[in-house]
Nanobody
Framework: QVQLVESGGGLAQAGGSLRLSCAAS????????MYWYRQAPGKQRELVAA???????NYADSVKGRFTISRVNAKNTVNLQMNSLKVEDTAVYYC???????????WGQGTQVTVSS
């Protein structure tokens, strides 16, 4: 089994920064894509950022230029640096990954990010 555990959520003021981290553990052979999703109250879960094992990245238009996804393959970790936070970034943020020899995307438990005005 594998699991993902997020950390680093909390409360920030608009214009501030937070850094989320996610660590994978368990019987890991390799991790292909790693992702950060978020879900705000009353809204569908949306993809925020993605990164391949080779380091290619992709971002939702709403966070481009403000958020940066990175990963350390040797440590099976993925991070999300969030700058210039906006109130509308408030959501539960989920880490996810595509693990070799596992069917389906593996999800973390989520971490709350709240941005106040």
């Amino acid at each position: 089994q594998v699991q993902l555990v997020e950390s680093g959520g909390g409360l920030a003021q608009a214009g501030g920064s937070l850094r989320l981290s996610c660590a994978a553990s368990g019987n890991i052979l390799s991790i292909n894509g790693m992702y950060w999703y978020r879900q705000a109250p009353g809204k569908q879960r949306e993809l925020v950022a993605a990164i391949t094992s080779g380091g290619s990245t992709n971002y939702a238009d709403s966070v481009k230029g403000r958020f940066t996804i990175s990963r350390v393959n040797a440590k099976n970790t993925v991070n999300l640096q969030m700058n210039s936070l906006k109130v509308e970034d408030t959501a539960v943020y989920y880490c996810a990954g595509d693990f070799s020899y596992y069917s389906g995307r593996v999800w973390g438990q989520g971490t709350q990010v709240t941005v106040s005005s």
